[in-house]
């Protein structure tokens, strides 16, 4: 989709990826509550870990003709050992003692992958007009969380930030990044959603963390 309100870039096209299952070798995409009913009836219960994968996108860079990949998982350890199965013809999420889960922690770090690296055949790219060398591009990543409720939303900016891995000075074709976020008191219906940006604020991605 274009983002209207900033007309000089074009928005990435994003693949909704939701909670998947750990144990399936590919990834489910989940985007309405009847698609999510109908894998877990197919599927079974989904075994969730502390490490929940959100999906991928890509971005082709202009002028340089540069495919650029997103990658991007939520953290926390309370994920750990939670189940997401079909009760009564809906969709529950069960702690590790197997009662229905009331909260989401309240912290949770998405680690976000970004680079040249990977190529994925099957994505779409959708052009971005980039005027920085690709180095820069890498280095100035920035995130953003809006937490969904019905028709409310509010935003949410990381408590921390931070990029892993190469250094900063040492030149790289990929950087990762972490960003820790206090979401404060939410509840499995809602939807999270962790928005990437360039520097100037242009969108790049968004990933969406969904569990019910």
């Known amino acids: 989709m274009r983002d209207s309100s900033n007309p000089r870039f074009l928005a990435v096209q994003r693949r909704t990826l939701c909670v998947l299952m750990m144990t399936l070798p590919a990834v ?3 985007t309405a509550q009847s698609d999510r009913m109908q894998t877990l009836a197919t599927q079974g219960t989904w075994h969730l870990h502390s490490r ?3 999906g991928s996108d890509a971005i082709l860079l202009q002028p340089s003709h540069r495919l650029v990949t997103l990658l991007a998982t939520a953290e926390a350890p309370e994920f750990e050992g939670w189940d ?3 009760q009564n013809k809906k969709p ?3 702690d590790v003692s197997g009662k229905p889960v009331n909260a989401l922690p309240k912290t949770i770090t998405f680690r976000v992958t970004v680079g040249t690296r990977d190529k994925f055949a099957n994505q779409d790219p959708m052009p971005f007009d980039c005027s920085t060398k690709l180095n820069e591009f890498l280095l100035d990543m920035h995130f953003q969380v809006q937490v969904f409720r019905g028709m ?4 949410v900016m990381p408590l921390k930030a931070e990029m892993i891995g190469i250094p900063a000075d040492e030149p790289s074709e990929e950087r990762i990044y972490r960003a820790t976020f206090n979401v404060g008191d ?3 219906d809602d939807r999270i959603v962790l928005l ?3 520097g100037a604020g242009a969108r790049l991605s968004k990933f969406h963390l969904e569990f019910l």
């Open 28 to 30: 489910l995409t989940l």
């Open 52 to 54: 929940i994968p959100l």
């Open 84 to 86: 997401l199965k079909e």
């Open 92 to 94: 529950v999420l069960l």
């Open 152 to 155: 409310q939303m509010r935003d």
């Open 186 to 188: 939410i509840r499995p």
């Open 196 to 198: 990437v940006t360039d």
